[in-house]
């Protein structure tokens, strides 16, 4: 079970953390990513990390310097620390999980098994 934590309303240029605990024992051999689904829209990739001992770190081109993911294990827990935020962060952002690697790709939904129900993230301008 994955749940997901942190959202709320920011101002444009502001910060937020999201959070994503997980439950079971197997939390450090999952990959681990974040998704955002903006309304009318489909759920996209925006970050991605690996299991540990591979914290290789994936991150859709809209985001890279502005967002960080990172793993806590000994807390089972995902982050995902977003900065210089703008009014097109606004989305339901989602954890996700799948164990080792994600079936087939790192940026695609399909390739997770396991998915919390979200928290909404809203940038005001």
């Known amino acids: 079970q994955l749940v997901e934590s942190g959202g709320g309303l920011v101002q444009a240029g502001g910060s937020l953390r999201l959070s994503c605990a997980a439950s079971?024992?197997?939390?450090?051999?999952?990959?681990l990513g974040w998704f955002r689904q903006a309304p009318g829209q489909e759920r996209k990739f925006v970050a991605a990390?690996?299991?540990?001992?591979?914290?290789?770190?994936y991150y859709t081109e809209s985001v890279k310097g502005r967002f960080t993911i990172s793993r806590d294990d000994a807390k089972n827990t995902v982050y995902l620390q977003m900065s210089a935020m703008k009014p097109e962060d606004t989305a339901v952002y989602s954890c996700?999980?799948?164990?080792?690697?994600?079936?087939?790709?790192?940026?695609?939904?399909?390739?997770?098994?396991?998915w919390g129900q979200g928290t909404q993230v809203t940038v005001s301008s």
């Open positions: 996700a999980a799948n164990q080792w690697s994600p079936n087939g790709s790192w940026y695609a939904v399909a390739g997770y098994a396991f």
């Open positions: 079971g024992r197997a939390f450090n051999t999952c990959a």
């Open positions: 990390i690996g299991w540990t001992g591979n914290n290789s770190t």
